[in-house]
């Protein structure tokens, strides 16, 4: 911690009513008299005055006591964190990531000079991570904020992916469409500075001008879409790297129960697949023939994507300037957790490189 800034407080000075200060030539104590005589607060002299008279002395005014007071001086990115928005965070669980006074420290100094990211062009995006966690002799779920940087000279993507396991189907949206959108952080010390000024910005934080008072307008379906948010991004530089999937989804609708389940082309023999759900009475032996057609079905549309896909990462991937691959080669991820401190749960031991779907392993966890 810096040292605080040692300010004096100044005495409050001594007014009076405004009635009493109008037309009122100003004076001071000692210098009040009344048309009868010295003041009561005056001390006399003994010795006489010019006209024999005793003469007074000036009071003793004693000078206030000032106290020192202590302001903590504010970390320039202090708040860095705090206006990075959780993605994907269930609105009713968000109090709960502000349970703690989470301390960001490490992040703070990787970003200013002599920090790892000093003087770098990052993107910044926060999720959490549920964990038991001890803290204070007992364990708890806790949920734990994470703060990804992303070093690129561009927005790594201007997408949102909307996916869950509750969740068939899955979106890539605008991030616009879910209100939110990368923009500027202000440090501390700029605050006061115009938006002109700010366009030399260095650190971008993923923002969302969604409002938890205006979820009662929306839909549930709406509402939930915004907690099955994950932060999207695509290499195409990286399609050796991908695995494109080989499973379906299967919902084949007969009365009086529709037949779910996954079936995986390369793992699964679909003669074996069918009768297995025979046996188990999930599917009726009339239905044989027709689930198989439908299966099949399913696979040819699921090549036929993913086929598609790969043609248009390719054309995307021949698309790309000499510039644009270099800096897809030297994009960085980096993840940080909260520093331990006396006040906050130790999440050191739940450190994962993992970030999500879409983004993968962080380069380095920090």
Not at 75 to 89: A, K, M
Not at 113 to 135: A, M, R, S
Not at 142 to 158: K, W, Y
Not at 233 to 242: A, C, G, R, S, T
Request: with cysteine.
């Amino acid at each position: 911690m810096r040292k605080g800034t040692k300010r004096k407080a100044a005495p409050k000075p001594k007014t009076k009513p405004a009635e009493d200060q109008v037309n009122e030539p100003s004076q001071s104590p000692a210098e009040e008299t009344n048309s009868e005589g010295p003041s009561r607060n005056a001390e006399l002299d003994p010795s006489p005055g010019a006209a024999g008279e005793p003469s007074r002395k000036r009071a003793k005014v004693a000078k206030p006591e000032t106290e020192t007071e202590y302001f903590a001086e504010k970390r320039n990115l202090e708040d860095l964190w705090l206006q990075v928005f959780p993605v994907g965070t269930e609105w009713d669980q968000l109090d709960m990531v502000y349970e703690y006074k989470w301390n960001f420290t490490n992040l703070e100094e990787a970003l200013e000079e002599g920090g790892e990211l000093h003087d770098k062009k990052v993107y910044l995006f926060g999720c959490t991570e549920p964990q038991l966690v001890p803290f204070k002799d007992q364990s708890k779920v806790t949920m734990i904020p994470v703060v990804v940087a992303v070093v690129s000279p561009f927005p790594p993507s201007d997408k949102i992916g909307i996916k869950s396991v509750q969740r068939e189907t899955e979106e890539i949206l605008p991030m616009k469409q879910m209100k939110m959108d990368w923009v500027p952080y202000i440090p501390l010390e700029k605050r006061e500075s115009q938006v002109e000024k700010l366009k030399n910005s260095q650190i971008f934080i993923l923002s969302c001008n969604q409002r938890r008072a205006g979820l009662r307008h929306l839909k549930i379906e709406r509402v939930k879409k915004f907690e099955y948010c994950l932060p999207y991004f695509y290499n195409p530089l990286q399609e050796d790297e991908l695995e494109q999937s080989t499973v379906v989804d299967l919902l084949f609708p007969i009365d009086p129960k529709p037949v779910f389940g996954e079936f995986d082309w390369e793992l699964d023999d679909l003669q074996e697949f069918t009768d297995n759900l025979i046996k188990e009475e999930e599917l009726p032996a009339d239905q044989k023939e027709p689930f198989k057609t439908y299966v099949k079905e399913k696979v040819r549309e699921a090549k036929k994507a993913n086929r598609e896909a790969r043609e248009t990462r390719k054309k995307a991937r021949e698309a790309l300037s000499q510039e644009t691959r270099d800096a897809y080669k030297d994009m960085k991820f980096y993840k940080f957790y909260p520093v331990p401190t006396p006040d906050t749960p130790d999440v050191s031991g739940v450190k994962a490189p993992f970030i999500n779907r879409y983004y993968g392993k962080a380069h380095k966890v920090i």
